[in-house]
């Protein structure tokens, strides 16, 4: 499974970015795909998902902010970031899962950056 970022950069808050990512190499009907981040010195945590149902799921610290979403056709999986925070400064990577049961395959991630 091959999972390629883009789109990341730097934005001032209260801006917006979309990233993208294209997966490839999964015939798997039951693979989810989603994103998550990670900042210098703090663990890795999941930002929104879809789950096996294809129900989109939120972190709390983006709800009503970030959209996820995907395109089946093109296998590409899209993060809709407003209202940017500097708080949302992270290494975002897209990952998948296998049978939609924890996260099995990342990318090698896109950096974001909000500052003034």
């Known amino acids: 499974v091959q999972l390629l970022e883009s789109g990341g950069g730097s934005v001032q808050p209260g801006g917006s970015l979309r990233l993208s990512c294209a997966a490839s190499?999964?015939?798997?009907?039951?693979?989810?795909l989603g994103w998550l981040r990670q900042a210098p010195g703090k663990e890795r945590e999941w930002v929104a998902y879809?789950?096996?149902?294809?129900?989109?799921n939120y972190a709390d610290s983006v709800k009503g902010r970030f959209t996820i979403s995907q395109d089946n056709a093109k296998k590409t999986l899209y993060l809709q970031m407003d209202s940017l925070k500097p708080e949302d400064s992270a290494r975002y990577f897209c990952?998948?899962?296998?049978?939609?049961?924890?996260?099995?395959?990342w990318g090698q991630g896109t950096q974001v950056t909000v500052s003034s």
């Open positions: 879809f789950s096996s149902t294809g129900r989109t």
């Open positions: 990952a998948g899962m296998k049978r939609c049961a924890g996260w099995t395959d």
């Open positions: 190499g999964y015939t798997d009907s039951s693979y989810c």
